[in-house]
T-cell receptor, first 112, second 110 residues
Framework: EPEVTQTPSHQVTQMGQEVILRCVPISNHLYFYWYRQILGQKVEFLVSFYNNEISEKSEIFDDQFSVERPDGSNFTLKIRSTKLEDSAMYFC??????????FGSGTRLTVV | KNEVEQSPQNLTAQEGEFITINCSYSVGISALHWLQQHPGGGIVSLFMLSSGKKKHGRLIATINIQEKHSSLHITASHPRDSAVYICAVRSETSGSRLTFGEGTQLTVNP
């Protein structure tokens, strides 16, 4: 299976700025996910995206967050006005086979 | 109480030792994943289980659905096995999302 590529690998942004994290699944898979991991904590679910629509979202995924699949291959997570507590590692993932997962390499977001 | 509990939190071993990491969960699941996270942060899927046992090289994963428990074993451990090992479950009632354990930090010394 092809890898899931995330860009950038590391982004530093000022509080209040908008950031867009990108994921390239390079396939026609239908199910995609965003997870995040705050430093020293466990990985948390943010949102799942099925057939170009949000299918599930967690309580973390508030109005500051949005997801899109703008051109059929890229998959983006946008944070509209970043807060210090948004600093985390963000992973995209895609479902493979029936229940399998392939994770991206992650984007480390640092909000200063 | 967390839905997914791992033990131990930290484990230090000597090269060559047999290692066991445990995962208990409190919900009905459709699948359980064992994942590996290296210091750079990337997550690699090791196994997906819904029953029984799977083996890949020196890694063995088992699951007991009735007891809601899974184990990851590493035979003949090596320093390159040093990483965080994470158990994650796909609940029967929470769609396709994964719920993660806290992870086990494994350090294998030469």
């Amino acid at each position: 299976e092809p890898e899931v590529t995330q860009t950038p690998s590391h982004q530093v942004t000022q509080m209040g700025q908008e950031v867009i994290l990108r994921c390239v699944p390079i396939s026609n898979h239908l199910y995609f996910y965003w997870y995040r991991q705050i430093l020293g904590q466990k990985v948390e679910f943010l949102v799942s995206f099925y057939n170009n629509e949000i299918s599930e979202k967690s309580e973390i995924f508030d109005d500051q967050f949005s997801v899109e699949r703008p051109d059929g291959s890229n998959f983006t997570l946008k944070i509209r006005s970043t807060k210090l507590e948004d600093s985390a590692m963000y992973f995209c993932a895609r479902q493979t086979g029936h229940y399998g997962y392939t994770f991206g390499s992650g984007t480390r977001l640092t909000v200063v | 109480k967390n839905e997914v509990e791992q033990s131990p939190q930290n484990l230090t071993a000597q090269e060559g030792e047999f290692i066991t990491i445990n995962c208990s969960y409190s919900v009905g699941i459709s699948a359980l994943h064992w994942l590996q996270q290296h210091p750079g942060g990337g997550i690699v899927s090791l196994f997906m289980l819904s029953s029984g046992k799977k083996k890949h090289g020196r890694l063995i994963a088992t699951i007991n659905i009735q007891e809601k428990h899974s184990s990851l074993h590493i035979t003949a451990s090596h320093p390159r096995d040093s990483a965080v090992y994470i158990c994650a479950v796909r609940s029967e009632t929470s769609g396709s999302r994964l719920t993660f354990g806290e992870g086990t930090q494994l350090t294998v010394n030469p």
